[in-house]
């Protein structure tokens, strides 16, 4: 088992009701602290300076700034710090811009209770004094793409940039019900349940900078 110290989380999210349901998901992990939660991004700030946390949990829509807008700052204001987007929506585009904004991940509301402690893990990767051995490593996101068809890879390239079922079927000849086929496949291949979980991935391993086949 790890001997790790907990890894320290602020949570951002103007509903009390969401922060503390997010505050429940994290604390069930015993490698989970949530350290901060605040309301806005100026008190988000404000307590990252502070509290000079490992990640911060950002909910995609604050009061005062747009949740985008608040990764960047939080980046600028510590490089290191690991952001996680927080979102009640399953779009490729709010999930690309998370990523060219700073954000490590992007979760879907809906999937928080199953991902988002996983996705922390991932995003702010080995830490130094991490000794686990009882779980074995799972494929790497580049493994995992390795299992694609390139029929596969196309219509992933397609939903990561935003394209419609229908507009993927016509570059490509197919109906757009085989498109949506493809879909579910990536989806069970890719081990991710969302939208914005195939186009994370997608980005994260260069999908979108592949030359057309």
């Known amino acids: 088992m790890s001997t790790l110290a907990a890894l320290r989380v602020l949570v951002v999210d103007d509903h009390p009701i969401v922060r503390e349901g997010v505050r429940r998901i994290l604390e069930a992990a015993p490698d989970m602290q949530v350290v901060g939660e605040a309301n806005d991004g100026a008190s988000a700030l404000a307590l990252a300076a502070r509290l000079l946390p490992d990640a911060a949990v950002v909910d995609v829509g604050l009061p005062d700034m747009s949740g985008l807008e608040l990764v960047r700052l939080l980046k600028a204001q510590r490089a290191a710090l690991t952001v996680v987007m927080l979102s009640m929506y399953d779009d490729a585009e709010y999930a690309r811009e998370s990523r060219v904004a700073g954000a490590s991940a992007y979760v879907v509301k809906d999937s928080a209770a199953t991902m988002l402690a996983t996705q922390l893990r991932l995003a702010v990767g080995p830490r130094i004094g991490d000794t686990r051995t009882d779980t074995p ?71 979108l900078t592949a030359p057309d086949r």
């Open 137 to 207: 490593a799972g494929p790497t996101p580049w493994e995992r793409i390795a299992q694609l068809t390139p029929r596969e890879c196309d219509v992933l390239r397609g939903i990561a940039s935003g394209q419609t079922n229908k507009a993927i079927a016509g570059a490509y000849g197919i109906s757009p019900r085989t498109v949506e086929t493809h879909r579910e496949r990536l989806m069970r291949k890719l081990g991710v349940s969302t939208v914005a979980g195939l186009t994370a991935l997608a980005l994260e391993t260069g999908m």
